[in-house]
């Protein structure tokens, strides 16, 4: 027990010190961002659901491949908000407020949403590559995944829990969920599963950018890692 604990307070203690207190002092108050994105995706499921709403949400927020390009990078934004339709509301209700409320009180409210968006732009321009190449080639997706709406806003929490791990120290976590991702393409190969992955790689090269970054001579001697890594804690 005492092992799990030590493994516990080095895995999550420096992100459990960054969150803890802002949420003791402001608690909703703290994730302002995370709270409008979870009303927000609350209200467009209850709106798709209704007979007369469907079409109205697929109309602003459904990224699919056969749609064009310009048109799928407007809506991607608020896909981030728009949960699948057949799958219970409270995954991914519970998935935003827990995982954006966090990276929010760490990241900062540009920062969050910004690797978010990133994680989830990765697949959504994977899903045209992917079908290009065509359903023979190693990374390729078949020609009906052009009609199938993208992963909504469980993309985004792959990334922004990858990016988190890195760079508060909790690489196990990271792992662990870039194997999820592995696993669940290797027993349900699709589009969703797929894009889960390409999520991981985008996020990973801005890890790769910002640890480049963080590394150039010009920025202050002395800052102090906040993982121990030689990056600087972000200052939300």
């Known amino acids: ?90 995954g991914a209700l519970a998935q935003i407020l827990i995982v954006f409320g966090i990276a929010e009180i760490c990241l ?36 009906t995944d052009a009609h199938v709406v993208d992963t909504g806003p469980s993309a985004a929490v792959v990334g922004l829990a990858v990016y988190l791990g890195w760079r508060y120290g909790a690489y196990t976590t990271a792992g662990a969920v870039v194997a999820a991702m592995a696993v669940e393409v290797g027993l349900k190969e699709n589009l969703a599963g797929k894009e889960h992955l390409a999520a991981v790689v985008g996020v990973t090269l801005v890890c790769a950018w910002s640890a480049a970054g963080y590394r150039r001579p010009h920025l202050r001697p002395g800052r102090r890692a906040a993982s121990g890594s030689g990056l600087p804690p972000i200052q939300s």
């Open 108 to 143: 900062g409210p540009w920062r969050a949403p910004g690797v978010a968006y990133v994680a989830t732009l990765a697949g959504t321009l994977y899903a045209r590559v992917g079908i290009a190449l065509g359903p023979h080639h190693p990374l390729g997706l078949p020609g």
């Open 1 to 90: 027990m005492r092992t799990l604990a030590r493994w516990a307070r080095t895995e999550w203690g420096l992100l459990y010190a960054t969150v803890r207190e802002p949420l003791l002092k402001r608690g909703p108050r703290a994730i302002p961002m995370t709270v409008g994105a979870v009303c927000l995706t609350g209200a467009l499921q209850f709106v798709q659901n209704q007979s007369w709403g469907y079409r109205f949400v697929q109309h602003i927020g459904a990224v699919r491949a056969e749609d064009p390009l310009w048109l799928s990078l407007l809506r991607t934004p608020l896909s981030l908000c728009v949960p699948a339709p057949d799958l219970p509301v409270w």
